[in-house]
């Protein structure tokens, strides 16, 4: 059984996030192009979701250089 590391449980659930937000961005656009205005309410949540994210990432980043660069052991999963 592989290993999950602090990093790369960090990166998978970034992917998922930012998958996401294009999917909702998407929608978003084709809900606009269709004369909805609930579109333009869809992209204004997408927009605030990934500047959460962002400041998610950076705490994170923050965080894991605290601990060291070099310190992936596996994190413990209960």
Do not use: C
Not at 20 to 27: E, F, N, R
Not at 59 to 73: K, L
Request: avoid cysteine; aromatic fraction near 6%; glycine fraction near 8%.
């Amino acid at each position: 059984m592989a290993s999950v590391t602090p990093s790369s449980r960090l990166l998978f659930w970034l992917r998922i996030s930012f998958v996401g937000d294009a999917a909702l961005a998407a929608i978003g656009g084709v809900l606009i192009a269709q004369g909805e205005r609930v579109g333009y309410a869809v992209l204004v949540f997408v927009a605030l979701r990934a500047a959460l994210g962002v400041v998610a990432l950076l705490i994170a980043a923050r965080a894991i250089a605290d601990t060291g660069p070099h310190d992936d052991r596996p994190s413990v999963i209960r």
